[in-house]
């Protein structure tokens, strides 16, 4: 049981704003977060996301086009289903596209895409993509209902929210764990692909690996607070031994 990493650096750039949101022309701009994307592929991320958001509070547009042509694996971009952000994608086109929930006033992404209720929009955003060949996943919580609106939906990839099992603990830790367990197995009966990310850390990802057909998980926060300490390349490349 193992899996693959995606590194997501969006807090690289958080740090970066807390300075320089307002001179972003200053010659002393930094952390740069291509430097902490190539540091990440040296410790064996095989991909590396960044999300764009609306407000731009942390990658900006400028980021994903570099990351775009600096990388050496795969830009997977995290995204709102907006026109002004899908139109962007459509621009820079990662191999891929993570579709998530997101409103102005969340810390981070708090839940996972409704896959029933935005169904219409949805659907036209995984044929534009589908189109300029972009592989879409959407982000959803570990709900039977989700998977089946997600498998009719025809997504070649999902990514399970692990946010609930991250912040539970003892019993309703067991819990989450099986809820994930079902759902991946859902997921790859229909065909889809297992991902699965959001809250993982160094101390809970171990159990996750039991998700039947995972193939990738993305961590972001973690990695760049353990980097703080040890740098980005050796952060990640503990939580890949972890993942093997
Ligand atoms: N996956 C998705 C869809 C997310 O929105 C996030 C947070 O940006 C992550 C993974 C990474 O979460 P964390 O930073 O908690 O590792």
Do not use: W
Not at 50 to 61: C, G, I, M
Not at 183 to 206: E, K, M, W
């Amino acid at each position: 049981m193992s899996a693959l990493l995606g590194v997501n650096i969006d807090h690289v750039a958080t740090l970066r704003q807390a300075r320089y949101a307002r001179n972003a022309t200053s010659i002393n701009v930094e952390p740069d977060p291509v430097e902490a994307a190539l540091a990440a592929e040296r410790g064996g991320a095989v991909g590396i996301t960044a999300h764009l958001r609306q407000d731009r509070r942390h990658v900006v547009d400028r980021d994903i086009f570099r990351l775009k042509e600096s990388i050496a694996t795969k830009l997977n971009l995290e995204m709102g289903n907006s026109p002004e952000i899908v139109a962007i994608a459509l621009k820079v086109l990662p191999a891929d596209v993570c579709l998530v929930p997101e409103s102005r006033e969340e810390v981070t992404t708090e839940g996972g895409l409704d896959c029933i209720t935005h169904r219409a929009t949805l659907e036209s955003t995984l044929q534009a993509m589908s189109d300029a060949g972009i592989r879409v996943s959407l982000f959803i919580d570990p709900e039977p209902a989700q998977i089946a609106a997600a498998a009719l939906l025809r997504t070649p990839v999902v990514e399970l929210h692990t946010g609930a099992y991250a912040e539970a603990s003892g019993t309703a830790r067991d819990a989450e764990l099986a809820r994930l367990v079902k759902a991946a197995r859902l997921a790859s009966d229909s065909g889809i692909q297992v991902n699965a990310g959001h809250g993982l850390n160094y101390g809970n990802v171990a159990p996750i690996l039991s998700l039947p057909k995972l193939v990738e998980l993305n961590i972001g926060h973690s990695i760049v607070s353990r980097a703080v300490f040890v740098g980005l390349e050796q952060a990640t490349r503990e939580m890949v031994a972890l993942l093997q």
